[in-house]
């Protein structure tokens, strides 16, 4: 009896034996599945995306691009779940594939202080002819003896409303482009702007350089602010002004793409800093001694001179034989 409780005993211990070798080797097995896993995953952000059809664009950080190339690569995009990032059928479709095949490298650009015998600045000029195989609008003709007066709206400073008054009372037209923030926040500034006869243009929701950016994240902050004026407003904006002014030739194409007129500029001064605004005597003769037939004053909202100025400028350009239009009219 004693012998038998013996041989049991002992092939108790061989059988855990036999199972905790069993058990070892599973978990050795699955630590070299995992560790191969993340190795992968690992090596992964250092390739390029497997997708021809990915464009080579101009990004922001390379912390960035990791992201974008990692959400890219191993999950679906996220564009794909969000209706926001879907243009419209009024914005149209971009065709990331051949736009990115264009340069994605910031043009270094201004008005510049050089002009021509019809003071003209010469650098608009130059790029109007450069880039408007893109429909983009640095100055209008030469020919006419026309002004467009255009403002960008970033934040309500409390002048916009003087400046509408100013507009309606010398019935000029202007174009006012808009950021997310202003949409959300002045409905009923808009809703004049639409009511009196200005035009809106996109200046797009977030404000992102589009040089800095992934082009399908440039894309979506263009098409989500058109949607947003769409949907509120019921306005399909055609006009659009890039943040900051920069622009690539992938941008234009971005925009052309999407149904859009790029509008620049032929004049501009210092006054966007609602802290550090010119005199107003000074402020007039920089607007007065820049007249230029085809001009495209960019004005910034926030300003307490341009709201001050804005009625004493436009009569001294209509006692110059100059008219004020709508961009495209």
């Known amino acids: 009896m004693k012998t038998a409780r013996t041989f049991c005993a002992c092939l108790l211990c061989v059988s855990l034996c036999i199972l905790a070798l069993a058990g070892c080797e599973s978990r050795n097995k699955k630590d070299e599945d995992l560790s191969s896993s993340s ?5 992964s952000s250092s390739l390029p995306s497997s997708s021809s059809s990915r464009p080579a664009v101009s990004s922001g950080s390379s912390q960035d691009r990791l992201e974008e ?3 890219s690569d191993l999950e679906e995009p996220l564009e794909s779940s969000s209706s926001a990032a879907e243009p419209t059928a009024a914005a149209g479709s971009a065709d990331f594939s051949q736009i990115g095949a264009l340069s994605g490298q910031a043009v270094a650009w201004g008005p510049g202080h050089e002009v021509n015998a019809e003071n003209r600045p010469t650098a608009p000029c130059g790029l109007q ?19 467009y007066l255009t403002f960008d709206q970033g934040y309500e400073n409390g002048y916009t409303e003087k400046i509408l008054d100013t507009l309606k009372e010398k019935q000029a037209p202007a174009v006012f482009f808009l950021t997310g923030h202003y ?9 004049r702007m639409i009511a009196e006869g200005h035009t809106l243009g996109n200046h797009s929701n977030h404000h992102y350089n589009v040089t800095e950016v992934p082009m399908e994240k440039a894309n979506a902050d263009m098409v989500e602010l058109h949607d947003m004026v769409e949907e509120r407003f019921n306005y399909d904006c055609t006009l659009y002004r890039f943040p900051e002014g920069v622009f690539s030739e992938q941008g234009l194409a971005l925009a052309r793409e999407n149904g859009y007129t790029p509008v620049f500029w032929s004049f501009a001064y210092a006054d966007w800093d609602p802290e550090n605004q010119m005199d107003e005597a000074k402020a007039l003769d920089q607007l007065k001694s820049h007249l230029h037939n085809g ?4 004005l910034h909202s926030v300003s307490s001179t341009n709201a001050a100025v804005l009625g004493r400028f436009i009569d001294a350009a209509r006692a110059e034989g100059y008219t004020f239009a709508a961009v495209g009219a």
Do not use: H, Q
């Open 295 to 298: 001009a495209i004053y960019l």
């Open 39 to 43: 190795s992968l995953i690992s090596s």
């Open 183 to 191: 949409v959300d926040t002045s409905a009923d500034l808009i809703n």
């Open 69 to 71: 190339d990692l959400s």
């Open 129 to 147: 002819d450069r880039y408007g195989e893109y429909g983009c609008l640095f100055i209008g003709e030469s020919g006419e003896k026309k002004i």
